[in-house]
Nanobody, 125 residues
Framework: QVHLVESGGGLVQAGDSLRLSCAAS????????MAWWRQASGKTREFVAA????????VYADAVKGRFTMTNDNAKNTMGLEMNSLKSEDTAVYYCTAGRRLAADIGLPGSYEYWGQGTQVTVSS
């Protein structure tokens, strides 16, 4: 059983930067698809970014492209999300996720079996 724990959320002002981290135990992250999702209050869950285990390519949602950077550190078995130029619309609970299935569509939440508990990011305007 893979256990994911996010950290790094908080309250920031628009234009600020924030870095989220996700520590994994019970499995090696590099053998999984990895992704960040977010859910704002009253809204559906939204894809943010993912690293494909198949290709190693990182993909981003249009809403965060050019502002967010997803990383992973194999030595530390962690993944990260560097968020710059934050906007009020980035306010949400952010979740790190991991999925085993090789042929899964990394843009779908059902492709990820393991989810962290979430960390709140609040951006004030």
């Amino acid at each position: 059983q893979v256990h994911l724990v996010e950290s790094g959320g908080g309250l920031v002002q628009a234009g600020d930067s924030l870095r989220l981290s996700c520590a994994a135990s019970g499995g090696t992250l590099s053998t999984f698809h990895m992704a960040w999702w977010r859910q704002a209050s009253g809204k559906t869950r939204e894809f943010v970014a993912a690293i494909s285990r198949l290709t190693g390519v990182t993909v981003y949602a249009d809403a965060v492209k050019g502002r967010f950077t997803m990383t992973n550190d194999n030595a530390k078995n962690t993944m990260g999300l560097e968020m710059n130029s934050l906007k009020s619309e980035d306010t949400a609970v952010y979740y790190c996720t991991a999925g085993r299935r090789l042929a899964a569509d990394i843009g779908l939440p059902g492709s990820y079996e393991y989810w962290g508990q979430g960390t709140q990011v609040t951006v004030s305007s």
